[in-house]
C-alpha cells in the first residue's frame, strides 16, 4: 500500500469509499447502542439468534416481490426476526423447554429455513437474485446510495427512540419488578426494544453477515460497559468503539479487497474489547490488581503497626525496641513478608530501625492506636448489639479494623458511648 | 431412490447420531449456547489443521478441532469469572471472535484450496458419494461411522459420571467424581462432533443437530437412556424427510435437515399438547 492510498482513505476521498464507510459506521453505532440494552439484559444471545432469524424473512420479501428493494427486504426481515424471538419467549415462558435450547432451536430453525429459501432462489437462476447471498457474509463494500438513505433513517430513527425511552429501557435491563410497580409500561418498552434490536439487525447484516451480527451487539457494548458505571455514558462509549471498529474495519478491506470485511470489524471491535479488559480504570483486570495488592501491603502494614501496640502494651513501653524474631514469635507472618512490611513502614516514618531492632515513632504509635482502637470498638459492637460470646468476636475485628471510615468509627463511638475497654477487658486507646 | 440417496442420507444419519449423543447432555444441561459456541469457533483449529496437514480429514483435523473446542470453553470460562462477565455475553464475544478469525484465515487460503466460505457454513452433503474410500464406501461415512463408533463406547464407559454430573453436579461434587472432568470430556464430545458435521452439513448446521432432536426427545422421555433413543429416532426422521424437501425444492439438504428439525419439535409439541387433554 502506498502512503497515497492510506491518506486517500482517510480523508474519504473516493465517493465509493465515502458510502461504504459512512454506511458502515452508522451501522455499527446504531448496532452499539442497541446492544448496550441486550448485553444488560443478559439478553446477547438472543440477539445471536434473531440475526440468524432474519435471513428466511429478506429471501421470502424477495420471493414474494421479486426485487431486491431495501425497504421490502428489511420488512421481511422484521418480520421472521420479531416472529422468532416472540416463539423464543413464548416456548421458554410456557417452560416448553429451557431458554438456552428455545434459543438454539429458534436459531438453527429459521437459519436453516433461511438457507433452504437461499439456495431454492440461487437454483432458480433468476438474475436479481445474485447478492442475496451477502446477507450471510456481509459485503460492506455492496452499499449503495438507496441503502445508504435507509441507514441514515434507520439510525437518526433509532438514537431517537433510546433517548426518548431511555429511561423506560434503563429500567426494564436492571430492575423489572420496579418498573412495573412505579406503572411503567413494561409490555410496550420490551416489544419496541425488540422491535428496535429486530430492525438493528436487520440492516447491520449487510455490513458484517448473520453470524458475525451478534459481535456487532455485544462487543462495543462490553468493552463500554469496562469504563463507566452510568448507562448514559456507556451508550455513547459503545457506540463510538462500534465505529471505530466498523472505520478500522473498513479500512482493512479497503486494503485488501477480497477480504470479507464482517470478520475485520468483529475483529477490531474483539481488540478494543480486550484492551478494556485489561486496561480500563476501576473495573479492568490491571486496575483491580493493582486495587488488590495495594489493600494486601495496608492491611500487611496496619497489622505490624499493631502488633508493635500489642507487645508494647505487654511490656508497659509503648515505643520499645522490638527485635524481628518477637514479631515473628507473636503471629504468623511470612518472613520475608515482614521484612517488606518493616522497611516499608520505615520509609514511611512510622517506625525507627535500630540495629537489628525497630520501635514505633511518634506518628507510628498514633496509627497504631487508631488501628487498635478501631479493632477494639468493632469488638465491643458486636459483643453488645449482635450479642456474639467476646471470644468471638476478634476474627471478624480482624477484618474490619482495615475497612472501617473515619465517618463508621464515630458512629461507633456514639451507639458505645465512648467506651473504655473492650469484651477482654483491654483498653481501647484513646482518639488521638 | 438410487444408491447415491441412499448414501447421503446415511453419512447426515450418523453425523446425526454424533450429535445427538453429546446434544443430549447440552440440553439437560442447559448448555446447548456452548455448543453454538463450539460449532462456531473450531472453525480457525480446523483451518489452522488443514494448513498444517493439507487435506481436509484425518487425525490433524479432529485434534485440531478438538483442542480449539476446549480452548473456547476455557476462554468462555476464564472472561466469565476473572472479568466478571455474564455467561451469555462470555460466549458470544469468544465465539464471534474466533469464527471472524477462521473466515479470515480462509479467505486468506481462498485461492490454495477448496475450502471456502460458503463451504464452512452449509457444508456439502452432495459431494459424498464422490469421494469413496475404502471398499467403495464413501469417505465421509467411514470418517462418520468411526466417529460415532467412538462417542457411542464414551458414552458407555462414561455413562455414570455423565448421568451424575447432569443431573446432580452438587451430590457428584460431594461423592468425589471430577464434574469438571466430565464438563470437559462433553466439550470435547461436541467439538468431536462438529469435525464430524462440519464437511457435510457445515459449520454452522451442527447447532440444529445438537439441539433439535435432543430438545423433542425431551418432550416425551422420562429417562435418560430412552431420550437418547428418541433423539436419535427423531434425528434421523428429519435427515430423510430434510432429504426429500431439498430434492423437491432443489435446495441446500443441510438447511432442510435443520428445517425438519425444529419442524418435528412443533408437531411433536401439538402432539403431546393433543395426549394431555
Same mark, same amino acid.
Given at each position: 500500500?502506498?502512503?497515497?492510498?492510506?491518506?486517500?482513505?482517510?480523508?474519504?476521498?473516493?465517493?465509493?469509499?465515502?458510502?461504504?464507510?459512512?454506511?458502515?459506521?452508522?451501522?455499527?453505532?446504531?448496532?452499539?447502542?442497541?446492544?448496550?440494552?441486550?448485553?444488560?439484559?443478559?439478553?446477547?444471545?438472543?440477539?445471536?439468534?434473531?440475526?440468524?432469524?432474519?435471513?428466511?424473512?429478506?429471501?421470502?420479501?424477495?420471493?414474494?416481490?421479486?426485487?431486491?428493494?431495501?425497504?421490502?427486504?428489511?420488512?421481511?426481515?422484521?418480520?421472521?426476526?420479531?416472529?422468532?424471538?416472540?416463539?423464543?419467549?413464548?416456548?421458554?415462558? +410456557?417452560?416448553?423447554?429451557?431458554?438456552?435450547?428455545?434459543?438454539?432451536?429458534?436459531?438453527?430453525?429459521?437459519?436453516?429455513?433461511?438457507?433452504?429459501?437461499?439456495?431454492?432462489?440461487?437454483?432458480?437462476? +433468476?438474475?436479481?437474485?445474485?447478492?442475496?447471498?451477502?446477507?450471510?457474509?456481509?459485503?460492506?463494500?455492496?452499499?449503495?446510495?438507496?441503502?445508504?438513505?435507509?441507514?441514515?433513517?434507520?439510525?437518526?430513527?433509532?438514537? @431517537?427512540?433510546?433517548?426518548?425511552?431511555?429511561?423506560?429501557?434503563?429500567?426494564?435491563?436492571?430492575?423489572?419488578?420496579?418498573?412495573?410497580?412505579?406503572?411503567?409500561?413494561?409490555?410496550?418498552?420490551?416489544?419496541?426494544?425488540?422491535?428496535?434490536?429486530?430492525?438493528?439487525?436487520?440492516?447491520?447484516?449487510?455490513?458484517?453477515?448473520?453470524?458475525?451480527?451478534?459481535?456487532?451487539?455485544?462487543?462495543?457494548?462490553?468493552?463500554?460497559?469496562?469504563?463507566?458505571?452510568?448507562?448514559?455514558?456507556?451508550?455513547?462509549?459503545?457506540?463510538?468503539?462500534?465505529?471505530?471498529?466498523?472505520?478500522?474495519?473498513?479500512?482493512?478491506?479497503?486494503? @485488501?479487497?477480497?477480504?470479507?470485511?464482517?470478520?475485520?470489524?468483529?475483529?477490531?471491535?474483539?481488540?478494543?474489547?480486550?484492551?478494556?479488559?485489561?486496561?480500563?480504570?476501576?473495573?479492568?483486570?490491571?486496575?483491580?490488581?493493582?486495587?488488590?495488592?495495594?489493600?494486601?501491603?495496608?492491611?500487611?502494614?496496619?497489622?505490624?503497626?499493631?502488633?508493635?501496640?500489642?507487645? $508494647?502494651?505487654?511490656?508497659?513501653?509503648?515505643q520499645g525496641n522490638i527485635l524481628e524474631e518477637d514479631l515473628l514469635n507473636h503471629r504468623a507472618f511470612g518472613h520475608d513478608e515482614l521484612r517488606?512490611?518493616?522497611?516499608?513502614?520505615?520509609?514511611?516514618?512510622?517506625?525507627?530501625?535500630?540495629?537489628?531492632?525497630?520501635?514505633?515513632? +511518634? *506518628?507510628?504509635?498514633?496509627?497504631?492506636?487508631?488501628?487498635?482502637?478501631?479493632?477494639?470498638?468493632?469488638?465491643?459492637?458486636?459483643?453488645?448489639?449482635?450479642?456474639?460470646?467476646?471470644?468471638?468476636?476478634?476474627?471478624?475485628?480482624? @477484618?474490619?479494623?482495615?475497612?472501617?471510615?473515619?465517618?463508621?468509627?464515630?458512629?461507633?463511638?456514639?451507639?458505645?458511648?465512648?467506651?473504655?475497654?473492650?469484651?477482654?477487658?483491654?483498653?481501647?486507646?484513646?482518639?488521638? | 431412490?438410487?444408491?447415491?440417496?441412499?448414501?447421503?442420507?446415511?453419512?447426515?444419519?450418523?453425523?446425526?447420531?454424533?450429535?445427538?449423543?453429546?446434544?443430549?447432555?447440552?440440553?439437560?444441561?442447559?448448555?446447548?449456547?456452548?455448543?453454538?459456541?463450539?460449532?462456531?469457533?473450531?472453525?480457525?483449529?480446523?483451518?489452522?489443521?488443514?494448513?498444517?496437514? $493439507?487435506?481436509?480429514?484425518?487425525?490433524?483435523?479432529?485434534?485440531?478441532?478438538?483442542?480449539?473446542?476446549?480452548?473456547?470453553?476455557?476462554?468462555?470460562?476464564?472472561?466469565?469469572?476473572?472479568?466478571?462477565?455474564?455467561?451469555?455475553?462470555?460466549?458470544?464475544?469468544?465465539?464471534?471472535?474466533?469464527?471472524?478469525? $477462521?473466515?479470515?484465515?480462509?479467505?486468506?487460503?481462498?485461492?490454495?484450496?477448496?475450502?471456502?466460505?460458503?463451504?464452512?457454513?452449509?457444508?456439502?452433503?452432495?459431494?459424498?458419494?464422490?469421494?469413496?474410500?475404502?471398499?467403495?464406501?464413501?469417505? *465421509?461415512?467411514?470418517?462418520?461411522?468411526?466417529?460415532?463408533?467412538?462417542?457411542?463406547?464414551?458414552?458407555?464407559?462414561?455413562?455414570?459420571?455423565?448421568?451424575?454430573?447432569?443431573?446432580?453436579?452438587?451430590? @457428584?461434587?460431594?461423592?468425589?467424581?471430577?464434574?469438571?472432568?466430565?464438563?470437559?470430556?462433553?466439550?470435547?464430545?461436541?467439538?468431536?462432533?462438529?469435525?464430524?458435521?462440519?464437511?457435510?452439513?457445515?459449520?454452522?448446521?451442527?447447532?440444529?443437530?445438537?439441539?433439535?432432536?435432543?430438545?423433542?426427545?425431551?418432550?416425551?422421555?422420562?429417562?435418560?437412556?430412552?431420550?437418547?433413543?428418541?433423539?436419535?429416532?427423531?434425528?434421523?426422521?428429519?435427515?430423510?424427510?430434510?432429504?426429500?424437501?431439498?430434492?423437491?425444492?432443489?435446495?441446500?439438504?443441510?438447511?432442510?435437515?435443520?428445517?425438519?428439525?425444529?419442524?418435528?419439535?412443533?408437531?411433536?409439541?401439538?402432539?403431546?399438547?393433543?395426549?394431555?387433554?
Amino acid at each position: 500500500m502506498t502512503s497515497d492510498q492510506f491518506i486517500g482513505f482517510l480523508l474519504l476521498e473516493e465517493p465509493n469509499v465515502r458510502m461504504v464507510v459512512a454506511g458502515t459506521l452508522l451501522l455499527c453505532g446504531m448496532a452499539a447502542l442497541v446492544g448496550c440494552f441486550t448485553f444488560l439484559r443478559k439478553r446477547s444471545l438472543v440477539g445471536d439468534a434473531v440475526s440468524h432469524s432474519v435471513l428466511p424473512g429478506i429471501c421470502m420479501a424477495f420471493l414474494l416481490s421479486g426485487e431486491k428493494n431495501p425497504i421490502i427486504l428489511l420488512l421481511g426481515a422484521l418480520a421472521t426476526g420479531l416472529l422468532s424471538l416472540i416463539l423464543m419467549e413464548v416456548l421458554s415462558r +410456557n417452560r416448553l423447554t429451557r431458554p438456552d435450547t428455545a434459543i438454539s432451536l429458534m436459531l438453527s430453525f429459521f437459519f436453516g429455513l433461511g438457507i433452504l429459501l437461499l439456495t431454492y432462489i440461487q437454483h432458480q437462476g +433468476n438474475a436479481a437474485q445474485a447478492g442475496l447471498d451477502k446477507f450471510i457474509f456481509g459485503k460492506a463494500a455492496s452499499i449503495t446510495e438507496a441503502d445508504l438513505r435507509l441507514f441514515l433513517f434507520s439510525g437518526i430513527f433509532i438514537t @431517537a427512540s433510546v433517548a426518548i425511552l431511555l429511561r423506560g429501557f434503563y429500567l426494564i435491563s436492571f430492575d423489572e419488578d420496579f418498573a412495573r410497580a412505579t406503572g411503567f409500561p413494561i409490555k410496550f418498552l420490551r416489544l419496541s426494544l425488540s422491535v428496535l434490536t429486530v430492525w438493528t439487525v436487520a440492516i447491520g447484516i449487510q455490513a458484517v453477515g448473520v453470524v458475525l451480527m451478534a459481535a456487532l451487539l455485544i462487543t462495543p457494548a462490553l468493552a463500554a460497559r469496562f469504563w463507566t458505571h452510568s448507562i448514559g455514558r456507556m451508550l455513547v462509549i459503545a457506540a463510538l468503539f462500534g465505529m471505530i471498529a466498523g472505520y478500522t474495519g473498513s479500512f482493512v478491506s479497503y486494503l @485488501a479487497p477480497a477480504m470479507p470485511t464482517g470478520p475485520w470489524i468483529v475483529v477490531m471491535a474483539t481488540f478494543i474489547a480486550i484492551v478494556s479488559m485489561f486496561l480500563a480504570p476501576g473495573r479492568g483486570l490491571l486496575a483491580r490488581w493493582n486495587t488488590r495488592s495495594k489493600n494486601r501491603e495496608k492491611t500487611l502494614l496496619e497489622n505490624i503497626l499493631k502488633l508493635f501496640y500489642q507487645i $508494647g502494651e505487654k511490656s508497659g513501653q509503648l515505643q520499645g525496641n522490638i527485635l524481628e524474631e518477637d514479631l515473628l514469635n507473636h503471629r504468623a507472618f511470612g518472613h520475608d513478608e515482614l521484612r517488606k512490611g518493616l522497611k516499608r513502614l520505615t520509609s514511611k516514618n512510622l517506625l525507627e530501625s535500630n540495629l537489628l531492632t525497630y520501635r514505633l515513632t +511518634n *506518628q507510628g504509635l498514633l496509627e497504631a492506636q487508631r488501628i487498635v482502637r478501631l479493632h477494639r470498638l468493632w469488638e465491643l459492637y458486636l459483643q453488645r448489639y449482635l450479642h456474639l460470646e467476646p471470644d468471638h468476636v476478634h476474627d471478624d475485628a480482624e @477484618a474490619m479494623e482495615h475497612v472501617i471510615t473515619p465517618e463508621i468509627e464515630a458512629q461507633l463511638e456514639l451507639i458505645l458511648g465512648n467506651p473504655e475497654t473492650d469484651p477482654h477487658n483491654t483498653i481501647i486507646p484513646p482518639k488521638a | 431412490m438410487n444408491v447415491n440417496d441412499i448414501q447421503i442420507v446415511l453419512t447426515a444419519s450418523l453425523v446425526t447420531l454424533a450429535c445427538v449423543i453429546p446434544g443430549c447432555f447440552l440440553v439437560l444441561r442447559r448448555m446447548t449456547m456452548f455448543g453454538d459456541a463450539i460449532s462456531h469457533a473450531v472453525l480457525p483449529g480446523i483451518v489452522a489443521a488443514f494448513l498444517f496437514s $493439507g487435506s481436509l480429514n484425518g487425525i490433524a483435523m479432529i485434534i485440531g478441532a478438538s483442542l480449539t473446542g476446549l480452548l473456547v470453553t476455557l476462554l468462555i470460562e476464564l472472561i466469565q469469572k476473572k472479568m466478571r462477565i455474564s455467561p451469555d455475553a462470555s460466549i458470544g464475544i469468544t465465539y464471534t471472535f474466533l469464527f471472524a478469525i $477462521g473466515v479470515i484465515m480462509v479467505s486468506l487460503l481462498s485461492n490454495q484450496t477448496d475450502l471456502d466460505q460458503e463451504c464452512v457454513l452449509y457444508g456439502d452433503i452432495t459431494l459424498v458419494p464422490l469421494d469413496l474410500g475404502m471398499w467403495g464406501i464413501p469417505r *465421509q461415512i467411514w470418517i462418520a461411522s468411526i466417529l460415532d463408533i467412538v462417542l457411542i463406547i464414551t458414552l458407555l464407559v462414561g455413562y455414570r459420571g455423565l448421568w451424575v454430573s447432569t443431573f446432580d453436579p452438587s451430590f @457428584a461434587a460431594a461423592t468425589g467424581i471430577a464434574t469438571v472432568f466430565w464438563h470437559y470430556l462433553l466439550m470435547g464430545m461436541v467439538s468431536l462432533s462438529t469435525v464430524t458435521a462440519f464437511e457435510s452439513v457445515g459449520a454452522i448446521m451442527v447447532i440444529a443437530l445438537l439441539t433439535g432432536p435432543a430438545a423433542t426427545a425431551a418432550l416425551f422421555a422420562r429417562s435418560l437412556p430412552r431420550m437418547l433413543v428418541i433423539a436419535s429416532i427423531s434425528g434421523i426422521i428429519s435427515c430423510i424427510l430434510g432429504y426429500i424437501l431439498a430434492t423437491i425444492l432443489d435446495a441446500s439438504i443441510a438447511g432442510a435437515i435443520a428445517v425438519m428439525n425444529g419442524l418435528l419439535f412443533f408437531i411433536s409439541l401439538l402432539i403431546r399438547k393433543f395426549i394431555r387433554n
